[in-house]
């Protein structure tokens, strides 16, 4: 697909002068515009995502909300989640990334969300890379902040949606990870373990071996009794996966036929950096 570059995003900031309406359209024509051939990408997942999926790298998706942010930079948060809103409803996998790299941008708006914000911004998700930039990007930060409660996490854990399962395990490594903004909060982190421990959907798998393992550097002997304690339940992947991060401090140990037989091509490494599972 040739790629047909459009009229950079203006970053002139304004208050209420343009709708967010009109903001939506130019990222989303610039996003269109930047659209490539491509053979593999995270949105596939294996689990046939709906999304319409154009070839972003993740540094054109950064510079396009990075735009967009100072553009917006003295928008409210309702017009800020108002531009995102119309980003998701796209159904893009790129426009619904440049939407939740808008909204972690905008420290007012992240100030300001509410769980039913969230719910909204992640309707639809129907893959891995877009559910763990959701989380790490959004969820779990507003969680860590007290934006969200337990019990809406709980809930989450609980849904009939594998999606938003992986996101309640997803968010809690913003609890953890210090890039990601946390300083260590196993309690929450294991009782999220705790309630998706017996899920044997594989997307939920690989993220509670995600989630125990951002929660070593914490309280290591906490995950190492976590293992022990559901040794019956819990999936062979997370146990080895985990183990080898306890015992070596990688996921995999460095080299091992492991490691390179399950490696993702280099081309799916574009959605959360350093977060996926």
Not at 54 to 68: D, F, K, T, Y
Not at 155 to 177: E, I, M
Not at 194 to 207: N, Q
Not at 255 to 266: E, I, K, L
């Amino acid at each position: 697909m040739a790629a047909r570059r459009a009229a950079p995003i203006s970053t002139k900031s304004s208050r209420s002068a343009e709708r967010p309406a009109d903001i939506a359209r130019d990222a989303l024509a610039e996003v269109r515009a930047r659209a490539r051939a491509f053979t593999d990408h995270p949105a596939a997942g294996g689990f046939g995502s709906r999304m319409e999926r154009l070839g972003l790298r993740m540094g054109e998706v950064n510079a396009i909300a990075r735009a967009l942010a100072k553009r917006l930079r003295d928008a409210s948060p309702r017009d800020v989640l108002a531009v995102a809103d119309a980003l998701v409803a796209s159904n893009g996998f790129d426009a619904r990334m440049v939407a939740y790299d808008l909204v972690r941008r905008h420290r007012a708006t992240m100030a300001a969300l509410t769980p039913a914000d969230l719910e909204r911004l992640g309707r639809g998700l129907d893959n891995w890379a877009s559910v763990d930039a959701f989380s790490c990007w959004l969820t779990g930060p507003a969680w860590r902040t007290g934006r969200v409660a337990d019990a809406r996490v709980a809930r989450w854990a609980r849904s009939r949606d594998r999606w938003w399962r992986r996101c309640a395990l997803a968010s809690t490594v913003a609890l953890n990870v210090k890039a990601r903004g946390g300083d260590g909060d196993v309690p929450r982190t294991l009782m999220t373990c705790e309630a998706l421990v017996a899920d044997h959907d594989p997307m939920v798998v690989k993220a509670l071996s995600w989630a125990l393992r951002c929660a070593i550097p914490h309280d290591a002997a906490a995950v190492r009794a976590f293992l022990a304690h559901h040794d019956g339940a819990i999936a062979s992947l997370v146990r080895r996966e985990v183990t080898n991060k306890l015992v070596t401090g990688h996921k995999f140990p460095r080299g091992g036929a492991a490691a390179r037989a399950t490696a993702r091509p280099r081309a799916t490494r574009h959605a959360a950096r350093g977060a996926h599972a």
